[in-house]
């Protein structure tokens, strides 16, 4: 059996005001940064424009009323193309302070701009690159669905959503988990970059480099969702229609020690529309 990897990883943080406005999946329009202040949002205004009064200099920088940036300012919710406009990209994450919220207009997912991944999540990616999808039909529907009938784990899997990411995830049936969030589809598809379906799956790079006990929890919950074990020996199964993720999970698997053998089947359905097609 292979040696187990000693090293032990380091904890991991990402700036999601970064990665975010790196991808072209959520227009920074719709992108909102919260709880800067609205005191604080006012002395923003005024520093990068002209005079000592906020809303005109500040409408007339943007082309948009004054009654526009007021709502921002009351409301505590900027977008961050105007933050990009008053203060350039170069800037930005100088500026904007460490502890706000991030958000996508019309959507119920709020996430701290500083993302730590913690085992709870972990698990919950392990979930996703078992039997998980995401769905998205740009300006109508954004949707990421976790497909599993073990109901301790559908409760640790709604209690995730709701602690990390200040989302309601709802149960479609007695095994089906979705979410419909723009911010949320994007987090998995974009930014972790986990996949959106069966075949494009991947174990995100931030596992590799996290502490054991991160990976450990990735690692369980995937095989918990995807896994079988055998009646006569010390043995675990999984299936995978993903080149990629089959390579992570030896990779992954390597660093605790443990052996893989990895082959290829077919597999042709016995009952239903398409075995009645072949």
């Known amino acids: 059996s292979p040696q187990e990897l000693t090293y032990s990883g380091s904890e991991y943080s990402l700036d999601l005001l970064d990665s975010f406005t790196a991808t072209d999946a959520i227009p920074n329009e719709d992108l909102m940064v919260r709880g800067i202040g609205s005191e604080s949002i006012k002395d923003l205004f005024r520093e990068y424009t002209p005079g000592d009064e906020y809303t005109g200099p500040a409408a007339e920088a943007f082309g948009l009323s004054t009654s526009t940036v007021y709502n ?3 409301r505590d919710s900027v977008p961050v193309e105007r933050l ?5 990209a170069d800037r930005l994450t100088e500026v904007v302070p460490d502890d706000v919220t991030l958000a996508v207009w019309r959507d119920t997912a709020e996430v701290d701009r500083h993302f ?3 085992e709870s999540f972990a698990s919950l990616l392990g979930y996703y690159a078992a039997e998980g999808f995401t769905r998205r039909e740009s300006g109508s529907l954004y949707q990421t669905t976790i497909c599993i009938p073990d109901d301790s784990a559908r409760a640790d899997i709604i209690e995730t959503f ?9 149960e479609e049936n007695e095994w089906k988990i979705t979410v419909s969030s723009r911010l949320v589809a994007t987090l998995f598809r974009d930014v972790f970059e986990a996949g959106c379906k069966a075949e494009d799956k991947r174990i995100p790079d ?5 502490p054991k006990g991160i990976l450990r929890a990735f690692l369980a919950a995937y095989f918990a ?3 079988s074990a055998s009646a006569d020996r010390v043995e675990i199964r999984a299936h995978t229609v993903s080149d990629e993720l089959k390579t992570d999970l030896q990779s992954a698997l390597k660093r605790f020690g443990i052996s893989v053998k990895c082959y290829e089947e077919t597999r042709v359905p016995s009952t239903g529309a398409v075995a009645e097609f072949y």
């Open 206 to 210: 931030c596992m590799f480099g996290a």
């Open 72 to 74: 921002w300012v009351s």
């Open 84 to 88: 990009l406009t008053l203060i350039g």
């Open 162 to 170: 709701a602690a990390t990411l200040g989302v309601d995830a709802y």
């Open 225 to 227: 969702g995807d896994g």
């Open 116 to 118: 730590d991944l913690n």
